[in-house]
């Protein structure tokens, strides 16, 4: 297992919206998913690194915004939306090699940490990094 805890920033980031999704493996690695992420790269195509931000909302909905960061609201292209992932503690998983797919490893080191009350879960925005070139990051927000 391969995970630590660290202090994130607060961040802005645009991108396109998929609604109503299960954070985890199956809707990560799903094919919606992976046509938002090639999307997103289409728009952007500097961009080194396409983020996944999982947003709850009161009534424990959760919607996933598949963007890049920005630095403004003025930054985010015409017809994508925006979202801030506020400063917060999280739990950093990475690929341990345990599965051969990247997403669905962290996502289960993810389940495996909960299950062992290793990490206790904040269910606040949470974000996934996936690079161009498949390395995978996943910060969990956590209670300290």
Known sequence: MSVRVTARSA???GGLVAP???PGAESSGS????FLRDRVREKHIDATQVITVYVPD???TVNAVVAVPVDSPGDVAVGDVFVSVP????AVFTPSGALADPIEDVWAQVD???SAGSIFRAYKEEVEVVTNTGEVELFISIVL
Do not use: A, D, I, K
Request: with cysteine; charged share 30%.
């Open 87 to 90: 400063t917060g503690v999280f």
């Open 11 to 13: 961040e802005l980031f």
């Open 112 to 114: 495996e940490c909960v």
């Open 58 to 60: 009161p009534h424990g």
């Open 31 to 34: 094919e919606w998913m992976r």
């Open 20 to 22: 109503r999704v299960e």
